[in-house]
């Protein structure tokens, strides 16, 4: 006799929903009455562009955002990924030497940074992008970026004229460590790339933290949801690889619990465009507060029922310290100082490799600590790879 793939017997069927998988459920009954008994604490949900903050006691919510609509953002990432874009051409030829889509994209590379160059200038940054955070900078900044896209077009025409050099080893010695001399470049992209993903992070953490500072949080009680997809599928599902967590932790001066911090990638993400329509955000606080709360619900269970052994404890053991033997680390590493460029590169290299990694994240947490230790003041942060940086004055 075959048996039914499909069979349920309605008996357990009825015994496992009355605890779970449905809305009159014990479970579900427990979340809401636990949520009913609490504070109405105040909500923030992190998406991957915007923050929203629900007052709670029938306040309206407010909304920041912090990623794609943020001026100078994706002028920024340009020039942070033309050492990947490179590295990934060397790839391309690798496997397909005799082919002509490396040479093709390497042209397309080439004409899309020439005319990003023609279009930089300090005006562009002081006038144009106008980003607070970078007043002061301008000039450093416009010097940097153009320095950036001509040694990448020097080193892309030596390429196209000598493909034999378009190696991991050639790009490493004379583009990224500029240890070479082959395009005269004097300063190591390396330090351009984290000098753009710092500047991003500078803008947005000084920005985050005006903001959650004007609202005067009881950061103890707070309740933060982080949301949906964060960058690449695998990435920021974790405290220690979600840029957006380092962020609110250093804006809550650390006051923030850990435990009281969920990320829920596959939760659905508050969506809307701009300008914001807020009773359509607000529509959203009912169902996010659910979502905590029953996050939450569940783990208050442990204590209950299995008193006297180890309680969980978020990890708070910090950033891995280099040393000179240190060969492999499984998480970010600390940073010593703007001039501590074996882990700030090590950082670059980790989010590449590790999938949980933001991209966009490698100094943001850099950032932010800079910032709330200094009061928030950007000019007062030093920016590595810019800052006492000698990059030829093109602009003066």
Known sequence: MTA??????????????????????????????????????????ATAADFILFPGRGRPPEVEGYRLTTRGFKELAAVSHLGPALASLVRLRELDPEGTLWRSETERLLAATVAAREA???????????????????????????????VTERYIARALAHPETLTAADLRTHYLEATGDAIGASVPMNKVMIATFFLVGLDTGHRVIAWFERHRIDWANAMVLIVGRQGRPTAGVTWSTNAVCSMIL???????????????????????????DLPAVSAHEAPMRKLWWATRAMSDLGPMMYEGYPRFAPGRGGRPVLQPDTTEVSEMPAIGGPEDWHALNTRMRVILEDPRQLLAGCVTDYAADQ?????????????????GTDYPAYFS
């Open 4 to 45: 039914n793939p499909n069979f349920q017997s309605p008996e357990f069927l009825r015994l496992f929903e009355t605890y779970t998988a449905s809305a009159d459920s014990i479970g579900a009954k427990m979340t809401h009455a636990t949520a009913e008994a609490a504070p109405d604490a105040a909500l923030i949900v």
């Open 120 to 150: 930089n200038s300090v005006a562009l940054w002081r006038d144009d992008i106008a980003v607070p955070a970078y007043r002061g900078r301008e000039t450093a900044i416009a010097n940097m970026v153009h320095y950036a896209c001509e």
């Open 371 to 387: 910032l709330q230790g200094n009061g928030n003041d950007p000019l007062k942060a030093v920016v590595p790879g810019l800052d």
């Open 250 to 276: 250093a804006s809550s001066h650390h006051a923030l619990p850990l435990e009281r911090v969920y990320i829920a990638p596959h939760a659905p993400a508050p969506t809307f465009t701009y300008p914001v």
